[in-house]
């Protein structure tokens, strides 16, 4: 909510924005944003006891809105969207509707006229008013609700230096830490150009998680401390910053929190620090490095004195530490309606050979190239508008595309984990964020086509989703269902991940895993309410081993992994508690393990000089970290004849045989709204619910 300065118009002004953010027009800017003449926003929901503005709480200050009334900065209820068929548990200690709300109750006919489209049924079971055309910021405020009833102070004292905290040999163990766990995830290897204290200090302060909980109570808040007091520094005066030490730095800390025990705020906006890194590498012109990289290495660089001045091996990296801050970018603002700041260039991806690595180097190049061709791909069909009918077509060419690509790129990827020797699990992961993306972009689709209907014609036909049909193609269906196999198989590829190394992931892997999780949670909800019947397959087994698995590779309660198995763990027992109060048989509920008794941990010895996943101590995985069984992924790489096939198997006017009829009204409450109960079938007298004719798969 963007806070915006006294007007005399502040009472004319229109509904708010689609995200549940009405414009206040008498509320100044904070105390420390005014005396520091910047930006006062908030831009967090309002579960959280106290309200702060985006500055002060990425900055860890004091701001002045802490003491005011929290029902001045809360929505006009007038221009927020409702919930609907609210179920009364969620995350505990989090709001619920009041009793006899109508978010409490039956779904309002009002939800038809809101300013932006909701998934009313997908997320119906979510108490939270959030915004789900931007799933991954949703599941990122489910995942910062309070977990402890006072945050976590960082430490008072002033360390002036990583030395002061810390001995040089814990230093160097600490580095090598960093170099061997966290910088695969990197794919880059970090440039130290003479003293870097600032990248040291934040690779010391993400690899002191690894430290002993005693020991990290007391370490961890002052090399927190001393971080943030060095970003505020750096957020001040910018320009006085701008290195490639402070780029990369900057790169770290928007992938990994912090882990100082239990806080408050659950992590900090990667997305902030990550703008500031592009600005910084666009000031330095990082981007023009691939051309000229490519330029020496093919010798085709013009004769000029700033070209004779040039060396290939460096502008290699700075080319390499420019592609990996864009797909970093791309990975953070995926899903959460913002555009990154950076782009790729075609000398960015040409810059590195499509060639089987033969070198662990060689390995982490190819996986720079194919992330940046993932998100490439993943952003064009984000990006593709469908702003009324008369752009449907162009919208089911620009998605499939995008689809057809990550098919090219699925097929490159699946075997590496399998046909080479290191880095097995980076590979691996590389297709799990491959399926992340893809889970996305359709998503993304289906949840578009659903906006288009009802904003032309102000209503919602049950039937919607025959009205997008291009090319005669009933996409929405195809597209719908592959939602939730995705969603699956990106489940179903953490699990045969090594859980010791899967607690290493950046924390939006794990917002990720909770928005499929979530996903397949809330189908199955529409399953039993419209059907009255149990979703097929093994999605409550994997629900839970995926939240075993989340606990097992956390560090702390404040560890997003954690976090995210908290949530996937509150969102089944709402469930569990929904089959109790219907009568069926409730699974038995899952006790979440604590994370202390299993804290990844390293052994006491590591050298500093070891990069190799195979030369550091397992923790009870196999050492290549990841399995071999990819079956499970096949049916996640869909080419058009799919859709073809859907063509030719609508035979009548409606398209639509018998059994693909219900089908396609179980797809139409998969992103629509249950206005109308048709179609339901006889009833079952074995099990006193309907009957369901035809796999809705």
């Not at 370490?219 to 970003?231: C, M, N, V």
């Not at 991806?349 to 940046?372: F, N, V």
């Not at 791909?377 to 469908?386: D, I, P, T, W």
Request: hydrophobic share 35%; proline share 5%; aromatic share 6%.
């Amino acid at each position: 909510m963007k806070r915006s300065r006294e007007s005399n118009r502040g009472d004319e002004a229109g509904p708010s924005s689609g995200r549940g953010r009405s414009k206040r027009s008498k509320i100044q800017a904070c105390t420390s944003c005014r005396k520091h003449k910047t930006r006062c926003e908030i831009l967090d929901g309002f579960t959280h006891s106290k309200v702060r503005c985006h500055r002060c709480k990425v900055l860890n200050s004091t701001c002045s809105y802490e003491t005011m009334d929290k029902s001045l900065f809360a929505p006009d209820p007038s221009t927020s969207p409702s919930s609907s068929n609210v179920s009364a548990t969620l995350v505990d200690g989090l709001p619920r509707p009041a009793a006899g709300s109508p978010a409490a109750g039956a779904p309002d006919a009002s939800l038809l006229n809101e300013p932006f489209p909701r998934a009313d049924f997908m997320w119906s079971f979510v108490p939270q008013d959030l915004d789900w055309s931007a799933p991954m910021v949703a599941i990122q405020e489910l995942c910062k609700q309070p977990i402890s009833a006072e945050p976590t102070v960082l430490s008072a004292v002033n360390d002036q230096s990583l030395v002061n905290i810390l001995t040089q040999p814990e230093i160097d163990h600490h580095l090598a830490m960093f170099s061997a766990k966290y910088a695969p995830w990197m794919n880059f290897t970090l440039i130290h150009e003479g003293a870097t204290p600032f990248l040291d200090l934040v690779c010391c302060t993400i690899s002191s998680r690894y430290l002993d909980i005693a020991t990290r109570s007391n370490i961890a808040p002052r090399l927190q401390k001393l971080t943030e007091d060095t970003i505020a520094r750096m957020i001040f005066n910018p320009a006085r910053y701008e290195s490639l030490e402070t780029i990369q730095g900057l790169i770290i800390l928007s992938l990994w929190s912090p882990i100082c025990g239990i806080s408050q705020s659950g992590g900090r906006d990667g997305k902030m620090l990550i703008s500031m890194a592009v600005s910084m590498a666009m000031n330095m012109r990082l981007n023009e490095s691939s051309a000229l990289a490519k330029g020496l290495r093919d010798n085709t660089l013009s004769a000029t004195p700033r070209h004779s001045q040039l060396n290939y091996e460096v502008e290699l990296n700075k080319a390499r530490l420019w592609i990996v801050l864009a797909n970093t970018e791309s990975m953070l603002c995926l899903g959460s309606g913002r555009k990154p700041l950076s782009r790729r260039s075609q000398a960015d991806i040409d810059l590195i050979p499509l060639s089987s690595p033969t070198t662990i180097s060689e390995g982490r190049d190819l996986r720079i190239r194919l992330l940046a061709e993932v998100y490439n791909a993943a952003e064009e069909g984000m990006g593709v508008q469908l702003n009324h009918r008369g752009e449907i077509d162009s919208w089911y060419t620009g998605v499939s595309t995008a689809l057809a690509s990550m098919d090219r790129l699925s097929r490159l990827i699946l075997p590496l984990s399998v046909v080479h020797d290191h880095d097995k699990f980076y590979y691996h992961m590389l297709l799990t964020i491959l399926l992340s993306c893809r889970h996305l972009v359709l998503y993304n689709a289906v949840f578009h086509a659903r906006r288009i209907v009802r904003d032309t014609n102000n209503t919602t036909s049950p039937m919607w989703f025959l009205e997008i049909r291009p090319h005669g193609l009933n996409v929405v269906l195809t597209w719908g269902k592959e939602v939730l196999q995705v969603a699956e198989a990106l489940l179903v590829s953490i699990l045969q991940t090594d859980y010791s190394l899967l607690a290493t992931s950046p924390d939006i892997v794990f917002i990720m895993i909770g928005f499929a999780a979530g996903l397949v949670v809330g189908v199955k909800f529409l399953v039993s309410d419209r059907f009255g019947i149990e979703l097929l397959g093994s999605g409550d087994k994997l629900l839970d081993q995926t939240m075993l698995a989340l606990s097992h590779g956390s560090f702390s309660e404040d560890h997003a992994a954690r976090r995210c198995a908290q949530v996937i763990h509150s969102m089944m027992t709402s469930w569990q508690e929904k089959g109790q109060s219907s009568g069926s048989p409730p699974d038995a509920q899952l006790h979440l393990p604590s994370p202390l008794a299993y804290t990844p941990r390293s052994d006491s010895s590591l050298s500093q000089h070891s990069h190799s996943l195979e030369e550091l101590p397992n923790f009870g995985g196999s050492s290549s970290g990841v399995s071999h069984t990819h079956a499970s992924h096949t049916h996640a790489s869909h080419t058009h004849a799919s859709h073809t096939h859907a063509a030719h198997t609508h035979a009548s006017a409606t398209g639509m045989s018998g059994q693909d009829y219900q089908g396609q009204e179980f797809w139409s409450h998969f992103f629509g709204n249950d206005s109308m109960d048709y179609l339901k079938g006889p009833k079952n007298p074995a099990d006193g619910g309907r009957t369901f004719v035809g796999n809705p798969m």
